[in-house]
């Protein structure tokens, strides 16, 4: 399950309200789902069949961009029902302590709360966007100092380095998720 916004007073599109949150959260604890934290659902995804069975009915909670409001209101709803969860976070916002963003230390906390911590660019560039002046070659080249810069800045303020990206706008072409996975990326994509 994939979020961005838990506020009332953002935009629409990429906000839920904390009172429906809520509600999501309820949903899943009294539906009698599993909320595992994504590094155990990708260990069972790749290991041995059978090794770590995935139950019917587990989900992964996902943020994207490190918002300060996942941490103001989503990581309270989500430490007072036991849920994990993970923010990917684009890694300029909050080294620019933009307005609206986690802070490192907000993302450290966070951690100790057991979220995981993975990639979503430096800049949170849209890929699927090819500068026309840029070659594919060159272009490939951006994309991966953005991955690779993002996850070493991840890893020197939390120490996580999960080498898991959520795609920006949770777009990619075929050339772009073969090129991330060829860099030992695990990439992930919203599926609106």
């Known amino acids: 399950l994939q979020y961005h916004h838990i506020a009332d007073h953002t935009p629409a599109s990429t906000s839920?309200?904390?009172?429906?949150?809520?509600?999501?959260?309820e949903v899943l604890r009294d539906e009698g789902?599993?909320?595992?934290p994504l590094p155990r659902l990708v260990r069972a995804l790749e290991g041995p069949p059978g090794v770590d069975a995935i139950p019917d009915?587990?989900?992964?909670?996902?943020?994207d961009?490190?918002?300060?409001?996942?941490?103001?209101?989503?990581?309270?709803?989500?430490?007072?029902?036991?849920?994990a969860f993970t923010v990917f976070i684009s890694t300029d916002f909050v080294d620019r302590k933009q307005k609206g963003y986690m802070t490192?230390?907000?993302?450290?906390?966070?951690?100790?709360?057991?979220a995981t911590l993975a990639n979503h660019s430096k800049s949170h560039l849209h890929l699927l966007r090819r500068p026309q002046n840029l070659s594919q070659q060159q272009w490939l080249k951006q994309?991966?100092?953005?991955?690779?810069?993002?996850?070493?800045?991840?890893?020197?303020?939390?120490?996580?380095?999960?080498?898991?990206?959520?795609?920006?706008?949770?777009?990619?072409?075929?050339?772009?998720?073969?090129?991330?996975?060829?860099?030992?990326?695990?990439?992930?994509?919203?599926?609106?």
């Open 104 to 114: 490192w230390g907000q993302l450290r906390d966070l951690t100790k709360q057991g």
């Open 65 to 83: 961009d490190a918002y300060d409001d996942i941490a103001l209101a989503a990581a309270p709803l989500l430490r007072e029902f036991g849920f």
């Open 143 to 192: 994309i991966r100092a953005e991955l690779d810069g993002a996850e070493a800045r991840i890893a020197e303020e939390t120490g996580d380095h999960y080498r898991y990206f959520a795609y920006p706008y949770g777009e990619a072409n075929e050339a772009i998720i073969e090129a991330v996975r060829s860099w030992g990326y695990l990439g992930f994509g919203q599926q609106s």
């Open 16 to 25: 839920l309200s904390p009172r429906v949150f809520r509600q999501h959260l």
């Open 33 to 36: 789902y599993s909320v595992w």
């Open 57 to 63: 009915k587990t989900v992964v909670i996902t943020f």
